[in-house]
């Protein structure tokens, strides 16, 4: 199951969890809980690059026309995910702009997901209820995992968000995870997709890990990151490296970067009800690193009270959230008082209450 690690504030451990704070790109996946990781070689399943793409069947679809069969002539990225799959959502975002700037040059975008246990019918709709308008892509379900299986368990793969990426011809060019789609598609649009190229994302996947390993050296993690991006512009809009580039900035000093990035994150995050991203924001910005600045805390405020209105008030994560940003901010009062609409917001869930109160006591100090 996907973890957290290292300088994860009390927010996010009782948020169960922000893919923006990741210091790793193998903990940028979330398990699938009735899997086991692969234990064969990718040349021995079934489906490998180069072959035909399986049928694609769903029983529902938002978004867009359902899509009975892939036509050649169409370029499709099947991202398979889940509703508890919180890197699943970071990257939604990025997939819906990705559409936009490819949606007039054959390609189209599908969000597959199928029912399991956590997963069913009434919870991706309520999701794709609150989220789907500002996604602009299709988004499928399916009451079984048949489909799931002839993709996901046949080419061995068990972490999500994993995409595949089919070429004109009906043929699978790429499966791994959608945060190198934009290395990806600009050349299976073309086609001019081979081999090497497969070869080519392999390597940044090593890059993307050498940043990530310098996340606990701050001037060092810039660096890193400065260098990749300037080599691949194409992928410099990464998710996942957003919470670290802000707590680096400030542990190195660099406030004005610090604040600008923040900046970005929320303005895009409210653009696009994205509440991974403010989710993550909010709790960079309530450490001890960011909160005596109170550039950040102000930010930490807006992007808690845009959750708010997202989620609602009755939401006692977000109102949490908001709570303990006022706290960051030096208001212990007005934390004192959205604190408490927190716990009259979990009333009907006893253990998160007792978890909220232990927290929340520390604004009577």
Partial sequence: ???????????????????????????????????????????????????????????????????????????????????????????MPHMSELQQQYKDKGVVFIGYTAQDPNNTEAKVTEFVKKRGSKLKYRFAYSDDRATYDAWMRAAGRTGIPCCFVVDRKGHIAYIGHPMYLDAVLPKVVADRWGPDDLATIEKIEQEVESVFAASRQPAEFLTKLEQFESKHPELAGIPYFNSPRI???????????????????????????????????????????????????????????????????????????????????????????????????????????????QRIRRYED
Avoid at 3 to 22: H, Q
Avoid at 282 to 309: D, F, G, N, W, Y
Avoid at 329 to 354: C, F, H, M, T, W
């Fill in 247 to 357: 707590l680096s900035a400030l542990q190195a000093g660099k406030l004005d970067q610090a604040h600008k990035t923040a900046t970005h994150i929320l303005e895009k995050a409210i653009k696009y009800d994205d509440t991974s991203a403010l989710q993550s924001l909010v709790s960079v910005l309530i450490t001890p690193q960011a909160s005596k600045h109170q550039e950040m805390t102000a930010i930490a405020i807006r992007a808690a009270e845009a959750l708010v209105k997202i989620n609602g008030e009755k939401d006692p994560m977000a109102l949490y959230l908001l709570a303990e940003a006022h706290f960051a901010a030096g208001n212990k009062a007005k934390a004192k008082e959205i604190g408490a609409q927190a716990l009259a917001a979990a009333a009907d869930n006893p253990r998160l209450k007792q978890q909220l109160e």
């Fill in 1 to 91: 199951m996907f973890r957290l690690r290292s300088r994860v504030p009390a927010a996010i451990v009782l948020l169960g969890g922000i893919a923006g704070l990741t210091t790793s790109p193998h903990r940028l996946w979330a398990q699938d809980k009735d899997k086991q990781p692969p234990s064969k070689a990718p040349s021995d399943y079934k489906l490998k690059v180069g072959d035909p793409a399986p049928p694609l069947k769903a029983d529902k679809w938002w978004n867009g026309d359902p899509v009975g069969t892939l036509e050649k002539g169409t370029v499709y990225v099947v991202e398979f995910w889940a509703t508890w799959c919180g890197p699943c959502i970071v990257m």
